[in-house]
């Protein structure tokens, strides 16, 4: 005996729900997938707010969307053979609900491993790497503020360090005057000293407007990164705090972003 009106109905909407179901799945693994994309581009447009990506969300993003199709193309064969069974007037109450495991299974594997990478990636051991770096600048800062230089750690040599500076000013248009092999000369003269360089870099439309403000800040510009290597091996880079020359040259406060953009290029180079 065939089928009735309702089974075939019933059996219609079931593979819809599973449709629906494969959808979702694979929109939830696009949106994983492209996490990682985000953050490069929120760490391009907040450079003063570094947010790092180990590269998890792909492959789990992936994984969902290719459990999406492989929902979609199962059930669809699937409902392919329930309409033969019920035109044949087989009884479908004998079938095996593998489908229905085999997604349950393969999320509960999912879960398990973006449960282990949130707890096995420490991120309390992050923040509290965040919070020295922070003490650390602050304390930079403060045992500087009387001639008014910022020395912020670094993580890299001070050629990685330059380099880095360098790309950063390249993507961002601004202007690299020079790059002043400070350890170099000194190399050339016959005598030693720590790897020193100093980049002077600027832009006329952020520069200008501060010299007619104030001539006497033309003696501090272009802005100025130096980036030094101390006896123990540990690079610095230091930089004149653009309040220090708001203070000095009696800078307008609406023009201090003009030379702030220090601050995070700065901020960046050291990570």
Known sequence: MQGSASDYLAA??????????????????????????FLQEFNHLQPETQIKSSGVSLWI??????MGVAVCLVSTLRHLRMLKQLQAGESLFAQEPRLVVGVAAGLIVLGLVM?????FANPSARVHASMVQEETMA???????????????????????VAELQGILQAKGVKLFVVVD???EAASA????????????????AGTPLMQAAPSVALDLPLKILVAEDAAGKTWISY????YLQARHGLPADLLPN?????????????
């Open 12 to 37: 219609e909407r079931t593979f819809l729900a599973w449709i629906r179901t494969g959808i979702a799945l694979m929109g939830l693994g696009f949106v994983l997938a492209r996490f990682g994309l």
């Open 61 to 66: 993003g992936v994984a969902l969307i290719l």
């Open 115 to 119: 449960a282990g990478y949130l707890i």
């Open 139 to 161: 304390t930079s800062m403060a045992t500087s503020a009387e001639n008014g230089i910022v020395r912020l750690p670094g993580n890299h040599s001070v050629d990685e360090t």
């Open 182 to 184: 400070h350890s170099g």
């Open 190 to 205: 016959g005598l030693k000293m720590p790897n020193t360089k100093l980049l002077i870099f600027g832009n006329p439309k």
């Open 240 to 243: 004149n705090a653009p309040a």
């Open 259 to 271: 030379i702030a953009v220090i601050e995070a290029l700065a901020a960046k180079a050291a990570e």
